[in-house]
DNA sequence: TAATAAAATTAGGTAAGCCTAAAAATATTT
DNA sequence: AAATATTTTTAGGCTTACCTAATTTTATTA
């Protein structure tokens, strides 16, 4: 049997694989979980040696096949329950992340399976995450963040690159959601800011940390 | 905060105490729980210094105002997840108690408001068993068990007091299932069984064991 | 490359929730 | 009321998932 603090650990070493393209050290592991790094150096060496995972001293952890399939079935269960919570229960996307975080270690593949069948098996999250399928396979996005965005041309808000509620209620202040249309005006070059339109209308300054996650596609 | 294993204490303790008809001592609860006593010990002191329960040594233990309120919104969220379950998923009621033990730790009330509010305030769990509502109220039944009822008389199922699955797919087998018309044609005084007719079919003879968790009132 | 800084590991410890073995308290039989 | 049986508690241990302090390894800078 495998713990919640297990696969968390696995889903944030899957999550982080990708961020830092390649192996992940022990120390961003500790950060992400806000503990410390002794208390990482103990549960890779089990996860290790449970082969869910290859731990290199010193150097960090990768993922095995076996330990990918259950992190990415984890994401696909966190991303099903918020979209069951924001479609069945209304809730607003801001709201369903620390939910989630409970509800995909609740162990049942039935369940989720009939989830998934009730919402009518459905690609994206609320935050514009795609859910894997079944098997494992998660579709591609061709997405590129505003902040690689061109002035003058307008995208589409695909997705959001974060889990913070505080940025997810900013969006919100700004009415910018998934499917809104953001038109670049300009670049400030001192802090690269984005200067832009929200579905047409004036909209202000993005700093570039937010620019930078929001996934958008040419519109 | 109140741990998954110290809310299984509380509603454990809350059972025992309707069944027992007053104080619970440590030895059921580890019965109920498949453990050993001094496991049990340890913990009902913790709950006591928590003030979630009264513990007198070598007596036993009885829940405080304050333990009661949280057993009683576990098996609140417990039944409504079944409700869920069942009602909205399409279980079976012999598929969903072992889920819903998971799904009762979720910590969120607002979880279980809307839960509620989506399946229409529902009155009672598909074993029959009486929802609380928001405020700790539970919905007296004046039924009794068909072990209880007299040949001649005819009655109906409304509730099942029993967590068991076996009893439960039993029950599938023999056509048995809430709202049933039950019809006592006799009791055999051997072994106080019972010859039933089930929705006016001749059925056979049921336990007095089984009969005794059949809750039902006069149809 | 030697010195220094940063990151990771080792060593030893804690709380939660379980365990076994032994002792004590309570209940039942004779 | 003793003797015996049953139930409960005490004492000491184990595993999981964390911790701090000290040490070692790796990376950076002089
Ligand atoms: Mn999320
Ligand atoms: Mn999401
Ligand atoms: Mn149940
Ligand atoms: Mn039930």
Redesign the pocket.
């Known amino acids: 049997m495998i ?4 696969e ?2 696995l889903k944030a070493v899957f999550k982080l694989e990708t961020e830092l393209q390649g192996t992940v ?4 592991l ?1 950060q992400s ?14 996860l290790a040696s449970k082969k869910l995972l290859r ?6 952890v990768r993922l095995t096949d076996k330990g990918r399939k259950i992190a990415v079935a984890i994401v696909r269960k966190h991303r099903i329950w918020e979209t069951f919570l924001v479609q069945t229960l209304e809730f607003r996307w801001d709201e369903v992340h620390a939910l989630a975080e409970q509800l995909e270690h609740v162990h049942s593949e039935e369940l989720i399976d009939r989830l998934d069948t009730f919402l009518g098996h459905p690609k994206i999250d609320p935050h514009g995450d795609p859910i894997p399928d079944k098997n494992g396979k998660i579709q591609a996005t061709r997405a590129i963040t505003l902040k690689m965005g061109e002035p003058g041309n307008t995208y589409k808000l695909i997705g959001i690159r974060e889990d913070s509620i505080e940025l997810l209620q900013f969006l919100n202040k700004l009415k910018i959601g998934l499917g809104s249309v953001l038109f670049i005006e300009d670049r400030e070059s001192f802090d690269q800011s984005l200067r832009v339109k929200v579905d047409n209308k004036a909209q202000g300054f993005l700093s570039a940390i937010v620019a930078n996650a929001l996934l958008v596609v040419d519109a």
Chains 1, 2 share one sequence.
């Open positions: 713990s919640t603090a297990e968390n650990y050290p022990t120390g961003a500790a979980f806000n503990i410390q790094a002794p208390s990482v150096t103990d549960m890779v060496k089990k731990y290199e001293k010193s150097k960090g």
